[in-house]
């Protein structure tokens, strides 16, 4: 390597720190012009969930797939095209290191919002939300929009919106906030109709103790009951250190209202929107007492719940678990009968029925001891070789008493009720075993068989199979449930499943409605008992017999909500159930010619219609038309 320094312009000659940096540099600058590094690249939506893509590097003469991982960069920096279903390709620049790269979605939620107003334009805020647990949660975007006066409609759209559950709401200070359930199946334009936009109020109130207090950190939550499939969360408020509470944008409209705080009985009413909104609360009971066991030592890891009961409603609540020395204490919300669930790991479950004392302040339980009950021994075996299973399930349902067993197929199983009880054995590849044990019995011997096969095949469109549920349930065993998913086709098979006869049945979960009913609503279902026997298949079909019978239903353009129907007889014994799809097409079928009564409702609201007669001749017939409009 030649390199020519210039001389110092000062003393003629190159200072010796000078000389040492510039011959650093000859070695270092083309290491850096040429570096060699990896990109960690990691391909996301908007929602920060993982997308699957495909990655090249962009070059004159085409792109070259970049398959290995990392990707290798040669240089400071490569040109690389990503790629994936659902999504807007992407070009971009990426550099060595870790790197996340989001792609927009395909995706769209538009609607168009009418106001009920022909005088007044309304401001509104108007937002897309994730859908967590069926209620609204972090906005993806909000937008403003004026709207106009009635009947001329806004119509707004949200871009980049990946496959999954949305709320699409809007609120504004003199508007009702209400939102719709959106569901993203696809990556395309999903409009979700027009909806009519209402007045609000902004309301205040207080919340006062029989006394008069004001009552801190008080909750209230309000609801509209014409309303329930529209407003899934409701409103929601806490109220001061003055017992002062704030609701902006409710409608006007007579809402049902829930009052609770703690030390304070819950209380439920009605407001119509005139006059204050005062709520008085009633100072709770107080229930206390000490979990021990039959020593009278605390047990750790005791879970209590209260459960209530009155003419109207039930509920329960989980109780703070008890302290290091087992006493533990709440309040009574609720004046109904009470009962409170004590368990705990290696004991056995105990329930106390709590009286009614109304005169009484505090109510002292004293000690509850919780019995660690009797212990059952056996072993696991494989029924047609004898070989011992290691890690099978032994446990007695609706107990705390499970265990595994060892590699010699043996189990101890504590915490066994002192009465007659059932074992339940499972192990992966086998059916599930019934084992009964009677209370004078300590040991059990459990045989596991692989059981037979069970195939399912449901005939319906594509609607109804998206909204389809299989059940399976041995006879004489309720605590024993599988349930199925379908596939597109229709089509099931259970493997392992133990000799015996069962309850097949399919369930038709009214799903894309929104509110309360958005995930299951009415069921309507269909069930034959079949006999399963070890090493062999059972089969069983549904809806896939008879004439088939097709039809449309006729529903105002502005209506949305999912629509399902009942066929029944003259007489009004319901044989079929069928789906309208988006389009308003509908198809079953009948067992056999003849004049049958068509049922159809709205789950969003359980809105019914009254059936209409339709006469199906010999080989079906394809005009079976109505009309409805939800109320």
Known sequence: MNILLPPSPRQGKIPMKRLAFLLLASLWLP?????????????????????????????????????????????????????????ATLET??????????????????????????????????????????????????????????????????????????????????????????????????????HEVRGGLIVRGFVRDTAGAPIQGAQVRLSDPSRVSVQQSGWKAETSSSGEFTFVGLPIATLRFTASAKGFVTTTGTW?????????????????GKVVNEKNDPIPGVQIWARYRDNRSNSSATVQPPGTDGAFELFRSSPGDLTLRFSSQGYLIRQVAVPVSPDKEILDLGDVVL?????????????????????????????????????????????????????????????????PVSKESSEARVLLTHGGTLKIRVCGNPAELAELGIRVQPVGAPTLQTQLDPNGKGEFELGNVSPGEHHVGIQWTIKGGSGFFAFASASLTSNTRLLVEDGLTASVAFRCEGFPVAGDIRRDPGSTSPIWGVLATEDDRWIS????????????????????????????????????FCAVPEGGKADCTFTVTPR
């Open 272 to 288: 119509s929107g005139e006059g204050g909104f005062d709520i008085t609360l009633e100072r709770a009971q107080l229930i206390r």
């Open 577 to 612: 159930e069928f789906r309208v799809d988006e389009s308003g097409r509908f198809s079953t079928r009948v067992p056999s010619a003849g004049r049958y009564l068509f049922h159809v409702f709205f789950p969003d609201s359980f809105q019914a219609r009254p059936g209409e």
């Open 31 to 87: 290491g850096i012009l040429h570096a060699e590094g990896a990109a960690e690249l990691e391909v996301t939506d908007r929602l920060g969930r993982t997308v699957k893509a495909s990655v090249c590097a962009v070059t004159e003469g085409g792109c070259t797939p970049l398959t290995a991982r990392p990707i290798p960069i040669s240089g400071t920096d490569i040109l690389v095209r990503i790629t994936a279903p659902g999504f």
């Open 93 to 194: 620049r990426i550099v060595a290191g870790e790197q996340t790269v989001k792609l927009k979605a395909l995706g769209s939620v538009s609607a168009a919002l009418v106001s009920s107003e022909k005088n007044q334009e309304w401001l509104a805020e108007i937002s897309l939300s994730r859908d967590e647990g069926g209620r609204r949660g972090k906005s993806l975007e909000t937008k403003k929009a004026l709207l106009p006066k009635a009947p001329e409609a806004k119509a707004v759209t949200f871009e980049d919106v990946p496959v999954g559950d949305y709320w699409l709401g809007w609120e504004g200070p003199q508007i009702a906030s209400e939102a719709v359930r959106v569901t993203v199946k696809e990556p395309t334009s999903h409009h979700v109709g027009t």
């Open 371 to 435: 019995a660690r009950g009797r212990t059952i021994t056996g072993v696991v075996l494989d029924a047609k070789t004898g070989q011992a299973l290691h890690g099978a399930s032994v446990s007695v349902p609706e107990t705390t008493a499970s265990t595994l067993t060892g590699e010699d197929g043996r189990f101890s199983l504590g915490s066994v009720p002192n009465a007659d009880v059932t074992l339940l054995a499972s192990n992966p590849g086998y059916a599930r075993q019934r084992v």
